[in-house]
């Protein structure tokens, strides 16, 4: 049977739009992601495309702390610009606070102590309409940390809306979950308020629910906020404090002052100062008001008996553009003492080693809380037993600036487009400062423990997918070994100049993982797929092994790679006359083809005794093929 010309016409040019992304991409393309590039958000090549946008928010928000009942009310308005092309007929808010919301799935058993009833959002208005609570047409809907109000009156493209809420809640002082009460008068309060979740051009709303595990994601908003607390209450917080002299002592405030221009760490609030009396203004109840712009959340932290550290940076030789750095800690946390220089330390390498782009924000707080965890301008760090810790724990969290607040991460999909990062970027900043540590190796013997096993699953499994160590596995480990071999493969020059591509390109908006695949491959001036797919999109592991036998013109090596991943390979020669020489080889055939080993000839000065592959931060599932010894 004949195809009439025009249906075959119809054919051929669906059986080419269908081959586009195959030719120009040898990575996998998922179907939500070619729609945004055909939409021309997304582009083949990295960058954004011509039509791509994003919404934000404004946020004004009165808040008040009652430390004996661990009470926090509040009230804000939100204005929410939508700046995509679609026609928005609801609005999405997450409620991360009902984490602790009885019946709410989590991914870690909590105290049945601080099992809430759920956030209870009261007086909400949208466009000054009221939202009703009774089943009725405009009424809410939960599910999870997700609150839904479906709209009356739609918000059309380039249009905004406010919202308006009331709310209350308890803080938890069990199962402290990022944030807590962690004494009777010492709080760290994140995932607080009434958030709109993202809408973006990938997948609309934003409606991955908060089980405890994966973090979040946000967009970029401004933030006017007040926060009421008792009299001798610090106040540590995201954005800049707008009225220090007001809630502040005089004495206080004058070392505060100085500490904000200091190229040393002033004592801003030693323990003497709270035996001598206020550390704040004399009033029974302090208003201390902050501002943030453009950034993705807003945390904070307060004490009545915490000790305070300060100093300023210059983090932009060009411009002379400071960062304040401090430290609020307990003063039985003797690691803490030196943390506030820690930190500075580390913010100078950010700003002028790796990644090389002065540090983003105006002030960076490292808080004296428990665990681990980044906040736009603030980290909530435990106590660490040494110097070690304390340099790993500081500079891993500062380093989150970057990755996710820098460049908007979607923390939910894509763990390992922060974590990765924020594991690799600090490695040469920990090795200087923290004598005998080696986060190199740390890492590749914590990957090595788990590579290869079924749990160990591609990174680009969507985070929330993932569970205990797989997910530990996926997001920290195999990305941080990726970007580190990645550096050293490429070399550090054109390393940075693709990172720093990629970050002008995408800082302030939502880059998704091709958005990186993409900029590098275009920036190096080759196709770095056959490294990507291995490392985040297979289950490759790494197993390199070493045969080698003598001949006559010295020894002949192979080297294969069993596992399939991308490996540096580093060959250590021990000769009888007792010397030694280590071969690094980075730019042999195996990057390229991990099932084909690569073959050398050495011609050693006299006779080999032991050769030896690999070394401790290069990740090996099994090292009993890695020596070979000569009689």
């Known amino acids: ?168 809640f308890f803080i938890p002082n069990e199962s402290q979950i990022r944030m807590g009460a962690y004494d009777s008068t010492t709080f760290f309060i994140a995932y607080w308020f009434p958030q709109v979740a993202v809408y973006d051009d990938i997948d609309g709303w934003d409606v991955i629910s908060y089980t405890g595990q994966t973090e979040t994601y946000n967009d970029f908003s401004n933030y006017d906020v007040e926060i009421t607390v008792p009299k001798n209450f610090l106040i540590w917080s995201t954005g800049i404090l707008l009225n220090p002299k007001e809630v502040l002592s005089t004495e206080v405030y004058e070392k505060y002052k100085k500490a904000y221009s200091s190229d040393t760490v002033v004592k801003i609030v030693e323990e003497k100062d709270y035996q001598k009396g206020l550390v704040t203004a004399d009033e029974e109840k302090l208003v201390y008001k902050f501002k943030a712009e453009n950034v993705m959340d807003f945390t904070f932290a307060t004490s009545d008996h915490y000790l305070w550290d300060g100093s300023s940076l210059i983090v932009d030789k060009i411009s002379g553009r400071r960062t304040f750095i401090d430290a609020a800690y307990n003063k039985s946390s003797k690691d803490f003492y030196t943390v506030a220089e820690v930190a500075r330390k580390a913010i100078e390498s950010f700003s002028t080693h790796i990644p090389g782009v002065p540090f983003p924000y105006p002030e960076m707080t490292v808080f004296n809380g428990v665990g681990g965890m980044e906040f736009p301008m603030m980290v909530n760090d435990s106590s660490a037993p040494d110097l070690q810790g304390t340099v790993h724990l500081t500079s891993h969290e500062i380093s989150h600036t970057y990755f996710p607040f820098y460049m908007g991460i979607n923390e939910r999909k894509y763990a390992w487009m922060d974590e990765g990062w924020a594991t690799m970027l600090p490695f040469d900043f920990q090795t200087a400062n923290a004598p005998g540590y080696d986060p190199r190796t740390r890492n590749a013997k914590s990957f090595s423990e788990f590579a290869g096993n079924e749990g160990d699953l591609q990174p680009m499994v969507l985070s929330y997918e993932l569970r205990g160590a797989s997910y530990r596995t996926a997001s920290y480990r195999r990305p941080g070994a990726a970007y580190e071999f990645l550096r050293q493969m490429l070399g550090d020059d054109l390393f940075k100049k693709c990172l720093h591509e990629y970050m002008n390109r995408w800082n302030g908006k939502h880059p998704i993982p091709y958005d990186f695949f993409f900029t590098f491959n275009e920036t190096a001036g080759q196709n770095l797929n056959w490294f990507f797919k291995p490392w985040f999109f297979e289950t490759k592991y790494p197993d390199l092994s070493l045969t080698a036998i003598h001949t006559k013109e010295g020894v002949s090596l192979s080297v294969s790679n069993k596992g399939g991943l991308p490996l540096p390979v580093k060959i250590k020669f021990y000769y009888e006359d007792g010397t030694s020489e280590i071969v690094y080889d980075k730019n042999a055939d195996w990057w390229r083809n991990g099932k084909v080993g690569i073959l050398t000839i050495i011609k050693p000065k006299t006779k080999v005794k032991k050769i030896e592959l690999g070394n401790s931060q290069i990740p090996d599932v099994n090292l009993n093929d890695n020596t070979v010894e000569f009689k």
Do not use: H
């Open 1 to 168: 049977m004949k195809t009439k010309p025009t249906l075959f016409y119809l054919f051929v040019a669906l059986l080419l739009c269908n081959s586009t992304y195959a030719q120009k991409s040898s990575l996998n393309i998922p179907l939500n992601i070619q729609r945004a590039i055909d939409k021309d958000t997304r582009t083949l090549e990295g960058k954004p495309g011509p039509n791509y946008w994003q919404n934000k928010a404004e946020y004004k928000i009165k808040a008040e702390l009652e430390p004996k009942s661990r009470k926090l009310s509040g009230e804000e308005t939100i204005t929410y610009y939508n700046n995509s092309p679609d026609t928005l007929k609801q609005i999405v808010i997450k409620i991360l606070m009902d984490l602790y919301s009885k019946g709410n799935p989590r991914d870690c058993e909590i105290s049945p102590n601080v099992l809430i009833e759920g956030v209870q959002p009261k007086g909400i208005f949208v466009n000054s309409t009221e939202i009703k609570t009774d089943g009725s047409k405009n009424s809410l809907r939960r599910e999870g940390t997700n609150l839904f109000i479906s709209l009356e009156q739609p918000v059309l493209p380039k249009t905004k809306a406010e919202v308006k809420f009331n709310w209350n």
